[in-house]
């Protein structure tokens, strides 16, 4: 059997092992591992075995992983979302829909600590739903805005699935975390903006409240100042090249166990709890990454990825037809798959197609441009119904609000996000401008 025939049954496998629901890590590993097999031998899977563990997981760029995690979740146990999301309601939460933008301003806010859009999702949920419930917000708004507001831990440095991004292409993690920068404030400005215009349209779903006065809203900058400061040094200092990504999210984690312990948020139990949280979310990134490294590894084998990145670089397609087709492909994947499975999974086959097409780029440029497309168009999957995993997680906690609401708002934001997927195909140097900037 030909080895493209070979690497064409075993997508065709993994795909039917993933709508099966059998999951991720699994699948991609036992696929990987008989492809493996077939194309080579039952040795060489076992001598791939011997090296590969020590290979793949003593990797120094991948101790970040773990350190952002633990982060996030001192972050979400410390309590520091509840004083987010009052500052940002003190500033614009009297105005109509206000709750809304303030809780995608708070989702912006600690997504930048958490790098996690699941927990992003489900902690500013406990705080802004009861809120705006309260203040006579609709279902479908309220949901709508924290299951899009809770996708900008993914795109918002630092992000996980940025830092998978980086290390399967080669890419500088530094400038891939200030790539995102400005794409991930075009997301801040297009949610508020989805949100402006949908209240106008149902002035009802999002009523106006009394504002707060001045010494409220300075008392709630007070009480989010550590965040700021913290938030600074971290990506201010990884920036300015004072201490490596890995050594920023060291200090990250102690600064935020130091914030969480003076504030009194954190206890020995507490602590334990994040230790505990973050060795399993680690075990579980850790496997799907194993997981696909065994499918990538058979695929190269198979000399698939190479042969398509030929096929589509002397095709006489238009690069951006090529482009189009891999974010329709990402949209309906999407819809099954989570964020950091489906980028491990398709970045080793797209990546050097793309990187064969003359987009008028530079290759770093090029390489940040792709990366930062790719994980916006993951963003929309984790929203998209059926089966979005916010819409599950803000549904799992906002069980009076009927799914069919939930699902209806997200579809402001998932317009807002087409909007943001046109601008960044269009303007490539959005994605890259930031970098130049800071580099010259």
């Given at each position: ?50 090296t590969a563990w020590v290979d793949k997981f003593m990797s120094y ?380």
């Amino acid at each position: 059997m030909e080895p493209l025939t070979i690497a064409i049954i075993m997508v065709v496998a993994l795909l039917a092992l993933i709508f099966a629901r059998m999951p991720i890590a699994l699948g991609m590993g036992l696929v990987g591992a008989v492809g493996y097999v077939t194309l080579a031998s039952p040795w060489a899977l076992m001598a791939y075995f011997n090296t590969a563990w020590v290979d793949k997981f003593m990797s120094y760029e991948l101790a970040i992983v773990p350190l952002f995690i633990l982060m996030g979740h001192l972050a979400t146990r410390s309590g520091i979302s509840a004083a987010i999301f009052a500052a940002s309601n003190a500033w614009i939460g009297h105005l109509r829909g206000g709750l809304a933008m303030a809780s995608v301003a708070g989702c912006a806010m600690f997504g930048s600590i958490s790098g996690s859009s699941l927990a992003t999702a489900s902690t500013m949920a406990r705080v802004a739903l009861p809120e705006m419930r309260k203040h006579g917000y609709s279902g479908a708004l309220a949901s709508g805005s924290l299951a899009a507001g809770g996708t900008l831990g993914i795109l918002i440095p630092p992000s996980v699935v940025l830092i998978i991004y980086a290390l399967l292409t080669e890419q500088n993690i530094v400038k891939l975390f200030l790539a995102a920068t400005i794409p991930g404030t075009l997301a801040v400005i297009g949610f508020c903006i989805a949100i402006a215009v949908y209240v106008r349209l149902f002035p009802e779903e999002g009523p106006t409240h009394e504002p707060a006065s001045f010494a409220q809203r300075m008392k709630a900058l007070k009480d989010i100042w550590h965040v700021v400061a913290i938030f600074i040094v971290v990506l201010g200092g990884i920036y300015g090249g004072f201490f490596t990504p890995a050594e920023g999210a060291s200090v990250g984690v102690v600064l935020m166990l130091v914030t969480g312990l003076l504030t009194k948020g954190l206890n020995a139990r507490a602590i334990l709890d994040c230790l505990i949280d973050t060795a399993g979310s680690t075990a579980m990134i850790f496997a799907i990454v194993f997981g696909a490294d065994i499918f990538n590894v058979a695929l190269a084998l198979s000399q698939m990825p190479a042969d398509v990145a030929a096929y589509f670089g002397q095709a006489d397609v238009a690069p951006i037809v090529i482009l189009l087709g891999i974010i329709l492909f990402y949209l309906i994947m999407g819809c099954v798959m989570d964020s950091l499975s489906m980028i491990l999974l398709t970045v080793p086959v797209f990546f050097p197609t793309i990187m064969a097409l003359d987009f008028g780029l530079m290759p770093e440029q090029q390489a940040m441009w792709f990366g930062i497309i790719s994980l916006v168009v993951v963003e929309v999957g984790l929203i998209t119904p059926p089966v979005g995993m916010n819409l599950f997680v803000i549904s799992s906690m906002a069980r009076d609000i009927p799914t069919a609401q939930i699902f209806r708002g997200t579809m402001p934001f998932i317009v807002a996000e087409a909007f943001r997927i046109v601008i960044l195909v269009s303007f490539p140097v959005l994605s890259y401008w930031l970098v130049d900037l800071v580099a010259n």
